[in-house]
Every structure is written in C-alpha cells, then in structure tokens.
C-alpha cells in the first residue's frame, strides 16, 4: 500500500478487495480499537475543500479506498508530474500533455490498473464473509429521493429492505438489524443509539463487527465519528447510495458501463439532480488537481 495526498486529501493506493478485507480480519476485528473506512471518491475531495473538518475525518480514517475511477487518475497523472522538472519553462505544457494522456488512457484503458473499490463492493464483500464467519453487522440509513433529488420521507426503509435482500442472498449473514427510520442530525441520536443496542441485546452483541451507515458523504462519516463512544461497535463504514442498490430501489449501472468507468453517465441519466456533482467530479476535480501540480508538487506519506 501507498498513500497520496491529492489536494490535500490522503487516498491509499496500490491495494485491491482482498487486501482490505485481509486487513479487516486481521488487525480492525482483532483489536478493542474503533476503526473506520472511508470510500473515497472525487466529490469527497472537493467536499474536502471547503470542509476542513471533512478533510481531517478522511485524513485520520484506518483506510480511505480510492472509490472512483477519477480518484485513479488523478494519481497516475501526479506520479507522472513528478517526474518531471519543475524548472522547465515548458514545464506548465507538460503537465497539461500528461494530463491529457492520461485521461485517454482512461478511457482507452491503457494498461490502467483498476484498483476502484466501491462502498456496493465492500458491502457485499462483508456480507459474503460473514456468511461464513458470522461477523455481526448493522445497517443504518438510506432515503428515497425524488426526481429533483429531495429526500422522501415515507414508509419505505431501504435499509430493512436492502437487509432482508442480503439474508436471501447471504442467509447465514449475521444482520442483526436495519433501520432508515433515523436521520443524521445529532437531534436523532439518541433514538438511534438506543434502537441500535436494542437489536444488540436481542441478538446477543456485546460489540458490533460492523455498522454500514448510509446518510451521504460527510454526514454518515460525521455520525459514527461523534457516535464512536455510544456505540460499541470495531469497524463503522460510509456506504452512500447502497442501499438504493441492495434494496433494488435502483439498480446499478450495466455492466459494460461500469467497464468503461461511465457509470457517472447512468447516473446522470437516470437522476438530472446529481448534474452539479457531476460537473464537480469532471470537469472541475481534474481542473483543480492540474492547477495543484503547478503550484506545488504531490505529497506521497510512507
């Protein structure tokens, strides 16, 4: 593993599926410590630019995943920036060329490695092992929303239904509850510790494996980070849309579009609201990582 910071925000590189579920069993389950992951993508980063507390729950996270094709290339672009000499009057061009280059080379798939690992992917991948292995996991958050991107407050809980979908694809997962009854302001709180330790109790945990929480970037990071104390629980995860996903209140993009790393595009079609993180995604993230090789090179942490 490798880390980088790309504007300021550390993403950690160089690893796969199988490396983080290793390092979940292996060290965040074994020890008494609160752990959480962060899956990464561009719309954390700009988030990040102008929430600094944002940026240090992401830069203290035991893990922040590279959730994003964009994440991929901003640091294959930054390795290939420094390599070259800053000095060089031609050095501005260069970096525009590489820049260029490389989103090419994405679209082309040159040779470009696909580390992604997705908030859907590491979910199901929990589920899977505690199939098995009967790691206890909690599902909290998720909300419908309408064609303008409003939250729809209704009988429907996605995450009870992406729960009971998991149990008949997972049927020896141990899920011990679900609820998307709970909002993310600190007002609910309270409610939903006490649900949560409700369904502890019920089915035996002294301390949650897992918890998933679904409120969005930022607010589901910021709710287990303030909750840590209240809540026993070893790994807590920001899964964002998945339980839209898992509860088949939407479906995931096809999969040859998501081969093509396009799947902002199925999105965008399907939700017109989501066009401002779009266009914060591409083309302003790219934008703003080249204008940071020019003031400054990338920072690698060892």
Request: hydrophobic share 40%; charged share 25%; glycine share 4%.
């Amino acid at each position: 593993m490798r880390s980088k910071k790309i504007l300021d925000v550390r993403v950690d590189l160089n690893i796969d599926i199988k490396y983080v579920l290793k390092k979940i069993e292996d060290r965040f389950l074994q020890d008494s410590k609160f752990h959480y992951i962060c899956t990464t993508n561009p719309e954390f980063i700009m988030e990040a630019q102008k929430n600094v507390d944002f940026k240090n729950i992401i830069n203290k996270s035991d893990l922040s995943v590279p959730d994003g094709a964009g994440i991929l290339m901003a640091a294959s672009y930054l390795n290939r920036v420094e390599g070259l000499n800053k000095n060089s009057f031609l050095y501005p061009f260069s970096c525009f060329i590489l820049g260029l280059y490389t989103g090419i080379e994405h679209f082309l798939k040159f040779d470009l490695k696909d580390d992604r690992i997705t908030g859907v992917q590491l979910a199901e991948k929990i589920c899977e092992i505690s199939n098995t292995k009967k790691y206890s996991i909690f599902l909290l958050g998720g909300c419908p929303r309408d064609k303008k991107g409003n939250l729809i407050r209704s009988q429907k809980d996605l995450a009870e239904e992406a729960a009971n979908n998991l149990q008949k694809k997972y049927p020896k997962a141990n899920i011990i509850g679900a609820t998307s009854q709970f909002g993310p302001d600190e007002k609910d709180d309270q409610n939903t510790i006490k649900y949560i330790k409700r369904c502890m109790q019920k089915n035996k945990v002294n301390k949650l494996d897992f918890i998933m929480v679904a409120y969005g970037q930022y607010k589901q990071e910021k709710w287990f980070i303030r909750n840590q104390m209240h809540i026993p629980v070893k790994l807590a995860i920001g899964v964002g849309r998945t339980f839209d996903y898992f509860s088949k209140y939407d479906k995931q993009p096809p999969v040859w579009m998501r081969n093509l790393r396009i799947s902002w595009l199925y999105s965008l079609i399907k939700q017109p609201w989501r066009l401002k993180r779009v266009i914060n995604a591409f083309p302003i993230f790219p934008f703003k990582v080249f204008l940071s090789t020019l003031a400054k090179s990338s920072i690698d942490i060892k």
